[in-house]
Nanobody, 114 residues
Framework: QVQLQEAGPGLVKPSQTLSLTCTVS??????????WSWIRQSPGKGLEWIGY???????YYSPSLKSRTSISRDTSKNQFTLQLMSVTPEDTAVYFC??????WGQGTQVTVSS
């Protein structure tokens, strides 16, 4: 059974880059035909999909976040990483990683504040 675990700093200053890593166990991130996503939930709001990196390495981002987002992977560590640049307090949220939006990590709180 696949398991996902998010990790990263809980506090980021405005204008800096938020960087989170998702470590995957019980399955390879290169296995056909899985898609590995980042999703967030801001206080009082619904889930917002950020983007994915596919089994092939192809990436696709939400149009609303595309200009600030980068998702990459390290296949040797079976990890994929989210970078969100130029953050503001509106980027404060619980961030989740997921496989095919069916298997999810537990989420990690990120607060943007000076």
């Amino acid at each position: 059974q696949v398991q996902l675990q998010e990790a990263g700093p809980g506090l980021v200053k405005p204008s800096q880059t938020l960087s989170l890593t998702c470590t995957v166990s019980g399955g390879s991130i290169t296995t056909n035909y899985y898609y590995w996503s980042w999703i967030r939930q801001s206080p009082g709001k619904g889930l917002e999909w950020i983007g994915y990196i596919a089994y092939s390495g192809i990436t696709y981002y939400s149009p609303s976040l595309k200009s600030r987002t980068s998702i990459s992977r390290d296949t040797s560590k079976n990890q994929f990483t989210l970078q969100l640049m130029s953050v503001t307090p509106e980027d404060t949220a619980v961030y989740f990683c997921a496989r095919d939006l069916k298997s999810w990590g537990q989420g990690t709180q990120v607060t943007v504040s000076s």
